[in-house]
């Protein structure tokens, strides 16, 4: 069984804060990996992607991939109340998804 | 552009009976999935279609089928349900799978 790990939180940080989020799998096969951000009673939206060792940057975001230790993580900087929702970590192969549970973010005013 | 359209939006069955979701892809996308989710869990992946053949299955039983359409709509078929099929059902689509889905909204589904 394909395993996606997520810490379930909540995590809390101030308003202005890093907050850094990650994520561990199973499948050494793995070929790409994702973050999406789910409020509350809505569906998931993709955030970032990324697909070799490293760092991607989209604006505030920062996605981290090590595939040798089989991690991948999410850094958001300057932590806004709106970015107040669950994310979730999906790992894909050729044809199949996986998310992890996720992690609850809580960005205090 | 239109984003991924699901229907219905909510729904209640009775154990043991059948029930079709029914999910509309974004325009260009020729690969759709679908995903079940209980509440506090993260989406548990269903099975997968790309140009009308299933390509890709998730852990769970043969009562669970789908079609995918010319048209790349798709449907969610579920036989005898049960009590824990409650749950959010999303549909998703892509171009290529790789580059990460789109979700529809979501039928919410209960089973008394």
């Known amino acids: 069984q394909k395993e996606v790990e997520q810490n379930s939180g909540p995590l809390s940080v101030p308003e202005g804060a890093i907050a850094s989020l990650n994520c561990t799998y199973s499948?050494?096969?793995?070929?790409?990996f994702f973050w999406y951000r789910q409020y509350s009673g809505k569906s998931p939206e993709l955030i970032m992607s990324i697909y070799s060792n490293g760092d991607k940057e989209d604006g505030r975001f920062t996605a981290q991939l090590n595939k040798a230790s089989q991690y991948v993580s999410l850094l958001i900087r300057d932590s806004q109340p709106s970015d107040s929702a669950t994310y979730l970590c999906?790992?894909?192969?050729?044809?199949?998804?996986?998310f992890g549970s996720g992690t609850k973010l809580n960005v205090k005013p | 552009e239109t984003g991924v359209t699901q229907s219905p939006t909510h729904l209640i069955k009775t154990r043991g009976q059948q029930v079709t979701l029914r999910c509309s892809s974004q325009?260009?996308?020729?690969?759709v999935s679908w995903y079940q989710q209980a509440l506090g869990q993260g989406p548990q992946f269903i099975f997968q279609y790309y140009r009308e053949e299933e390509n890709g299955r998730g852990n769970f039983p043969p009562r669970f089928s789908g079609l995918q359409f010319p048209n790349y709509s798709s449907e969610l078929n579920v036989n005898a349900l049960e009590l824990d099929d409650s749950a959010l059902y999303l549909c998703?689509?892509?171009?290529?799978?790789?580059?990460?889905?789109?979700f529809g909204s979501g039928t919410r589904l209960t089973v008394v």
């Open positions: 998703a689509s892509s171009f290529t799978g790789r580059d990460g889905y789109t």
């Open positions: 499948d050494r096969g793995s070929q790409s």
């Open positions: 325009s260009g996308h020729n690969t």
């Open positions: 999906a790992v894909a192969d050729f044809n199949k998804f996986y």
